[in-house]
């Protein structure tokens, strides 16, 4: 049964498109999944960038203005994730979200995983992306700005009866204690915690996912815990000795 | 690439793909997405140097 999971989080620029990127490479690459990473904020994107591209001759914006066919927007990236990426130029912003719906129904057939970077606030554009999720993953930092936009995008989640897979909090040097209170405050289960390193600025600059170009630093290694909880399975290949490390962290 | 270039690669005019009109049956169509989704069959994102080396 395919999953369909919306990353979400209120506040911009909490590391929802890292999050995508990373989560959809190690699905596929690590796991083995048929996995497709859409994304779906169509008038800023950039999971293509973090992929390493950026110049597509036909997005997502095409398929959801009725020019293309799905099946002309979907890229392969060499992890063996599959990309739906929307356009960065101005002219194609005026696509229509709420056929988000019908572009996953078509694709939900044939893959493990769908992927959605989401857009950040809860504009008509993001609420349609919801519309199209069956659960969602929350990324907030340890700020109060971004933890009250993540309330919301939870409240919200909740009122229209998405699951809510967790919450990772992102960019973050925190204590267990504080984790237990944003639990508490988000009431939602945390997936996982993941430290600010310039790892993860680097492996953007690289255009590789930082669990695959720098899978032994901290925030590889707390990713890999996260991959653990979403996919409910022992991250592959997570060798004995980065086990041992992974409990001092 | 420092950001000046990457500002002008990035923002040069994309080459939009000419997409012939097709009218593929349902089952033609299913067949196209499954070679693309199972077997790779679509354009691929170029590689990067760290890219070669982390995905071979």
Known sequence: ?????GVLSGKGGVGKTTVTANMGASLAWDYGNNVVAIDANTTSSNLGLNLGAYRFPVT???VLKGKADVTD????????LKIIPSSTFNKDIDADPKKMK??????GEYVDYVLLDCPPTLSDETTSMIKAIDEAIVVTNPEWAALLEAKRTISFLKKKKK???????NKAEVEPEEVAKIKEALNAPILGVIPFDDAVTR???KKVPFIHVFGRTRPSRAFKRVMEEVTGQRFPNRGIIERIIGWFD | MDFDSFL???TRKVKKKKLKKRSLSSKKRKEELENILLDDECEAVPQTDSGRRVYG
Do not use: C, F, Q, W
């Open chain 1, 203 to 205: 492996s953007v600059d």
């Open chain 1, 73 to 80: 927007a979907i890229y392969a990236h060499p992890s063996g």
């Open chain 1, 102 to 107: 019908r572009v996953i129904d078509y694709l």
């Open chain 1, 60 to 62: 997502l914006n095409d």
């Open chain 2, 8 to 10: 002008e690669e990035a």
């Open chain 1, 163 to 169: 699951k809510v897979a967790g919450v990772i909090i």
């Open chain 1, 1 to 5: 049964m395919t999953r369909v999971i």
